[in-house]
């Protein structure tokens, strides 16, 4: 019914950057906050940063200063710019979004996540 598609993940060394893109699709009548978590091996998934419908922006300590997160309402997308990248940071990053569809139903949807590596 409704789905999201990441894109921007791969392999990048300590100190550059990557820019992830999420597009969501399907019977959207509006979406409220949407966010990125990660989750690295052997760890939980934790939330990287997340933007409201009014632009308002929350981010974990550890990304505040290097990570923006950023939409744009009229193509129902979500974005991360990554700079400053450290090993730690990789991860398999998933998008979310909390939607409310064309049938009146309220769904939290995830995106099948997208790969990052940071490494030389």
């Known amino acids: 019914q409704v789905q999201l598609v990441e894109s921007g993940g791969g392999l990048v060394q300590p100190g550059g950057s990557l820019r992830l893109s999420c597009a969501a699709s399907g019977s959207i009548f509006s979406i409220n906050v949407m966010g990125w978590y990660r989750q690295a091996p052997g760890k939980e998934r934790e939330l990287v940063a997340a933007?409201?419908?009014?632009?308002?922006?929350n981010y974990a300590d550890s990304v505040k200063g290097r990570f923006t997160i950023s939409r744009d309402n009229a193509k129902n997308t979500v974005y991360l710019q990554m700079n400053s990248l450290k090993p730690e940071d990789t991860a398999v990053y998933y998008c979310n979004a909390a939607v409310a569809t064309m049938t009146f139903q309220y769904l939290e949807v995830w995106g099948q996540g997208t790969l990052v590596t940071v490494s030389s």
């Open positions: 933007i409201s419908s009014g632009n308002s922006t």
